[in-house]
T-cell receptor
Framework: AQSVAQPEDQVNVAEGNPLTVKCTYS??????LFWYVQYPNRGLQFLLK??????LVKGSYGFEAEFNKSQTSFHLKKPSALVSDSALYFC???????????????FGKGTKLSVKP | NAGVTQTPKFQVLKTGQSMTLQCAQD?????MYWYRQDPGMGLRLIYY???????DKGEVPNGYNVSRLNKREFSLRLESAAPSQTSVYFC?????????????FGPGTRLTVL
């Protein structure tokens, strides 16, 4: 069965330092991977996705993610964190199922990122 | 272009009461979804609709029903609310196609069942 794991409930980073939010996945075929961000009391916003091609994917707000097939990982990164990056981050994989369920997303439990000044 | 809208934003129910959460999208998407978000659980899929006129169960459908009224609207109904249904509910719609595949989320409904 497909699954996504976010091993850290919370990540704490000082402003200006690089940040990494970890995600690992389990699928039987080629993965379609996504990162979403949720600011307090808001809905989820799309950040970036990996479908195929370059292993380094660039997204919104200066975020990027590195796809690593051998480690089955898709870690979210940013070279220099901002206090405004503090939010809940979700990794997701697209359902490989057939018919109507294909395209559904399977989410990780989320990682809370806290960036301190 | 409002994207995905949800009503109401907040609701308090007593156990056994019923209510319908409304969702609409103006992006002409075929697929729509209902999720619930609970602390430490991430988002879990309740029901989805791959196209107008079709609905299917997700991971946690018990206690819920849905209606895909037309292409724009997808409602979620709680027939007899229970405290375990206290949660934040999100509706989403999806663009299709490998290169454009993205789900767009509404602002959520925060539901408390007493």
């Amino acid at each position: 069965a497909q699954s996504v794991a976010q091993p850290e409930d919370q990540v704490n980073v000082a402003e200006g330092n690089p940040l990494t939010v970890k995600c690992t996945y389990s699928v039987s075929g080629n993965p379609y991977l996504f990162w979403y961000v949720q600011y307090p009391n808001r809905g989820l916003q799309f950040l970036l996705k990996y479908i195929t091609g370059d292993n380094l994917v660039k997204g919104s707000y200066g975020f990027e993610a590195e796809f690593n097939k051998s480690q089955t990982s898709f870690h979210l990164k940013k070279p220099s964190a901002l206090v405004s990056d503090s939010a809940l981050y979700f990794c997701a994989v697209r359902d490989e199922g057939y018919g109507g369920s294909q395209g559904n997303l399977i989410f990780g439990k989320g990682t809370k990122l806290s960036v301190k000044p | 272009n409002a994207g995905v809208t949800q009503t109401p934003k907040f609701q308090v129910l007593k156990t056994g009461q019923s209510m319908t959460l409304q969702c609409a999208q103006d992006m002409n998407h075929n697929s729509m979804y209902w999720y619930r978000q609970d602390p430490g659980m991430g988002l879990r899929l309740i029901y989805y609709s791959a196209s107008e006129g079709t609905t299917d169960k997700g991971e946690v459908p018990n206690g819920y029903n849905v209606s895909r009224l037309n292409k724009r609207e997808f409602s979620l109904r709680l027939e007899s609310a229970a405290p375990s249904q206290t949660s934040v509910y999100f509706c989403a719609s999806r663009t299709e196609g490998d290169s454009t595949d993205t789900q767009y989320f509404g602002p959520g409904t925060r539901l408390t069942v007493l």
